[in-house]
């Protein structure tokens, strides 16, 4: 579906245009056309295909989604592709973003996300001096905005580790950290799959050998390339904390186990003890003198008794109890 | 076994030929020859070799077969081998493909494998114009063909990644998910060894210095390669969720024996008093004066039945049962 | 906030001046102009872009702060973030300083941060003949005298894992121990981020191509890559180190519970004996003979103690007691 | 000790000949000499070194042994070091084959080892036309020997492998398993060490910069480097297959004495409950009714019978027994 | 302090000379002074600066000592520092050399290690012709010392490491094991941080662009590198070996604890059965027609006997007894 589809010259708004007429302001010199798509059909995209001139398996990558974020190069047309991430209900959702950039043109198409980029648009329209420099300022905006969108759901990873992390030393919470922490390695895993391919394609807009729409602003591009660096930062230190986490919980499990082990044990021994000396002194023989004796039962009460204590004394003293 | 052997030209089918007539047309210009064979061996190889001249490097590979995927350049030859997956009866059954490719010629020699390439050969001549750029057009289907079928592997392994997932906190499946996870870290290995190597080759189809044969179809190996990178990405994906399942099971293993653990050992220590109570007034001591007493038992049955209540309630409180 | 703004010619200290005064000053030949600032709020930020001419992104990156340590060349002008790492109450305290370097200015602007670079100035001052390489020289002392504040970090690290180690063979320290490694760990953490992307940008300040202002300083620049190359090596140990401790860690914990589960079964197996003699001799059977010898009591008591002497007598020897 | 030592002229053997007459042979141009020795001596070795030439450090490297595998370049002269690997009784013993290469002879010194390379030489000698490549295609036949050697090893370990994976799953065969694995594990590190390095080296005798002797043959040492390639993919997936083994089977042991220590702990709560019981009715109180009744004693055999058999099942709904 | 200052001409030695005297020497042409130093003071190292003209960033690491292994060039000197291991006690100590390599000087200054170079002086000393080749042959002379002893310590670690493999499968030494374990993985770790960065830099003497005062030795320091690659190779080994060896042993306490688990928890469940039913037959019901029997009393044992026959049977047959 069309959102919008807008002639732009020196940098201000001349005209919202028909696709119809798209190939022919491309063919006037110093203007510049700016699409956005949204689940654009295959007929719709056949169409975009015709009027820009585009490459078919980048359509057909267009069309198809399910794609590596990844930029490539067919011609004087870059293509680019990212993912775009949101929180729904807890889980993160992946939709995806593909840009075809000309030298003359912008053309966005959105795929199953509710991420718009009017903003973008609308910023763009007020700093004329920038979007002078055209197609590759335009993607530039565009990847900003994509880029700019990881980092809430960086801090909520981090937030909800940080909650795990206050429980972790917590007693009888362990089943519930393992399953926090099991689903907060698949929501990282899922940025990471977003956000590595990206920052190892991005490299390539600036510095070396960068294609030539984009090379006017080189410098806006290192800078989206050092904001997926931050996050991939923060991607690897939230898995690499995760793997900590996990190992210390089963450490902390396996503590708390031969703690209660050692401690219910101690009990254990000790009523062993004393069922034992009872069951001696239950027995049925004929001739067994003490139980004959005026202060027999206080005195095998007692000699229980001591024993029970006894061993409570060293089972505390080696801090089993 | 000879599969076809057709002579092209223009993108158009000429004709079905002969093996002894294959040097014949291949001295026609413009002409250009498609041949496939399956289980190919070693005399029809040695004809192969002889009619287009192979290197003799290369014939012994084909006819040997468990190569690794590999894409190597005998003069203006280039010689593919790509492995073949397709599930049998649960299990990732391994094949192979190796793929001669020269300036008018494209041969390819399969191996223990069910997967066939008709629906190729079709699809190239249903479009001329793309198979004029010839063999390194055949040669860039026939691998996108190859490729295009790792995908429902990839498919099959995720589902089945899930099954284990949900069940992963369910109580007692530990030692089902424990195989299930095994078997798939095999799988996914299979599949690893199939697409690595390949990834790593294809990467010198595209960009930099290319074989001449490949030259005019760069943009089609890079979709190739962009492919082989996804499913990389996935594999990679699956491994490490399969490491972090592998762990994440043991861990609630070892916190699910040890609430049983707990749970039994509170109940033995609970009983342990009983006995040991019980065993003292069944001791045989003459002066017992509390046997003498008219509510002596029921007193004892209390005394027991609150030390019991007693002990519930406390590890009922620390959470042990 | 700014803390001193002034004019250097030839490595002497010429005149401290007004921020207004600055753009008048810049275009003096043979001058050179080192500002600092703290906590710089926005419009402070904007004047001194306008006096320097300062890019808008890193102006933007120097307001907005906790950005990744980098180094950026914006035209002429470098532009340096660093992180200042600080103990704060038992943990790592991270703020920034942000420096902009050019032909013949140097700005710096620290956040968040007690650490100042007063002695950084007055070391300088007191060496006309090195401050007469003018910019590049001043970065250098900055990126010198921030490392140099990470070492003690680093040794207070050792220490404390040092701590761990020697308590790590004790009995009964293991939750204390794994407390203390997952801190560990933490912070560690949170150098490596400060060190390793410094790391790699600096590696780019000597040797291959390298800013003009820096040129001249290279062999300094080496020389504080030297030493945050030593910070990286001691991190990457006591990294591993603390993986093995906790991996070690678990494996004590494991080897202590089983140690004490077979000395406490052990025990209790030898009463579980008694208890079964005791009970088997307080059966109500008319007719038990032994019941009835004269010697039948001590008797038992002999077979009891004898049982009891020989199961302790193997599993000592078995070393479970 | 000297093994052979004969001159080739156009790929067909002249004569053997004496060590003293090598020199004079070496200045006859399109002779070619290939001397084989093992476990020469440092006399033997020295009076190489003067024959040919060969570098002191190079020599030094012959006799000591011991080495890495690696390929160095003297001057003219290539120095190849592999290791000769085979089974003796269950364990993997590594020789060691030093090889000199130069314009127009090979040196070949193996150490410690029982393979001989007479079958290389024979099948060399079938061969003129490619004995002619000289030197350069004689290293190859060396090399492709050794590599094709270190097959049969790997096909061992998978097979060892194979057998403890078949065992993985089966209850108490742990203590096999990990001691098996241990085992394996350590051949697959010899092996590696062998195989990497070599690797590593082999890469530079084809594509790039290649030495002069090896020119030729390079299409030769591509197919050995292959070779190696397909040995390491192997040898890592072996290692990856163990590591995880390792990690499953502990996981197996948790699950398997969790299921143990449920089922015997239930066992011993209800013969816990009966003993107490019994013990309640064994308590000598004057004033206990039921055990005046007529069916006291069937009826509180009937209690115990009913309160075993409802944990019983209880337990056995939970899958404890 | 001063150990020697001699000058050399021709590979012979000439004089031994004054610290005072160096400059003098050093202008003559076809003289080369080497300086050996230990524990320098600064005083003596400033000295140094002045007649060598070394750069001061240069001294202050030799100075400060705590360096990582690097090799630096200011200008035309070469700055090489080197850690010297050696066994105090069983520990590994760290020392340091810090060498200065100049067209015509070596001066090596020596810190808080007892291993002197006397050896290497008096072996160059033997081989004029070598000794000819100047300040690089020298610099490769003592570094070829230096690494030669890591050998023993390699040695050393690799046989302790034996000794703990051999004891690894043997019951009731896992914590023995694990201290071990965790001492060699120490000792490993110091070793590693003397050998990787010495290996990194050593590569850049020979090959590439080499400094011009070691270009004459290339060959030689070839030769250290391959050795340091041996020593990295042994140590990668041992870590790797270590990993295991704790993985394994982990895996080993917990099969040994689940055994004795079993078994002990076997025996208690026999006596359980004997004690329920002796405790039945305990019991003071007044009608328990079996307590009359006149072989009561034997039947009870048969039955308790055939009780504990029977479980021990079943226990043996799985194994747990």
Redesign the interface.
Known sequence: MLINCVVYQDGQKLADIDIAGISDWLEKPGCFIWVAMRDASPQELQKMQEEFGL?P?AIEDAAHGH??P?I?E?GETVFIVMQLLEMQEGDVHVGEVAVFVGRNFVLSVRRSSQQNFLGVRERCEREPELLKQGAGFVSYALMDAVVDRYFPLIDALEAELEKVEAK??ER?A??WN??R??EL??RT?TMR?AVV?LLEVVGKLHGGRVPAVCMASQ??F??VH?HL??IN?AID?IR??IA???????????????E???R??????I??????L???????????P????????PA??LV?ASMVGFLYWRFRRR??L
């Open positions: 490459h398996l794609q590596r990844k490539e067919y972790i030393f009888g362990a089943r393992i399953e922490l099991y390695k698949h895993s799959h391919p410098e806006y290192r800078d050092d660096a931050r930062g230190a690499d904390t900590t986490a996990i190992q210390v919980n089963l450490s902390l499990v396996t503590i708390e186990e031969s209660v082990t050692k219910l044990a101690a009990w254990a021994a009523f062993a003890v004393s069922t034992a009872a069951g001696i002194w239950g027995m049925n023989f004929e001739v067994m003490e139980l004959k004796w005026k202060y027999g039962y095998a009460l229980i801090g089993w």
